[in-house]
């Protein structure tokens, strides 16, 4: 059973800092692309960054130079360290596991979500 989950959510005040963790189990870790991806009310889930196989970061240019991906293979673990947080920040920030071998062969996997609200 395929489980990633979500951790390290909560509130906090602009200009602050959060570290998310997504701990994956019943998946070989190292063989996904790794991404967060965030949901606010009342908007469409978003891309917020990716890591490749190969800790390839690449983000959504509203979090550049603000937010940090990473994984630790090792501990089948990826983090969102996000710095200098924004009330536009706020959403439900959502794990996800990427592994494609052809178009028509791909296996994806969400986890629950954990809540990120930015305010004072």
């Known amino acids: 059973q395929v489980q990633l989950v979500e951790s390290g959510g909560g509130l906090v005040q602009p200009g602050g800092s959060l570290r998310l963790s997504c701990a994956a189990s019943?998946?070989?870790?190292?063989?996904?692309?790794m991404g967060w991806y965030r949901q606010a009310p009342g908007k469409q889930r978003e891309l917020v960054a990716t890591?490749?196989?190969?800790?390839?970061?690449n983000y959504t240019d509203s979090v550049k130079g603000r937010f940090t991906v990473s994984r630790d293979n090792a501990k089948n673990t990826m983090y969102l360290q996000m710095n200098s947080l924004k009330p536009e920040d706020t959403a439900v920030y959502y794990c996800?596991?990427?592994?494609?071998?052809?178009?028509?062969?791909?296996?994806?996997?969400w986890g629950q979500g954990t809540q990120v609200t930015v305010s004072s």
């Open positions: 996800n596991a990427d592994r494609t071998i052809l178009p028509t062969m791909r296996s994806i996997y």
């Open positions: 019943g998946i070989r870790f190292s063989w996904y692309a």
């Open positions: 890591i490749t196989t190969g800790d390839t970061p």
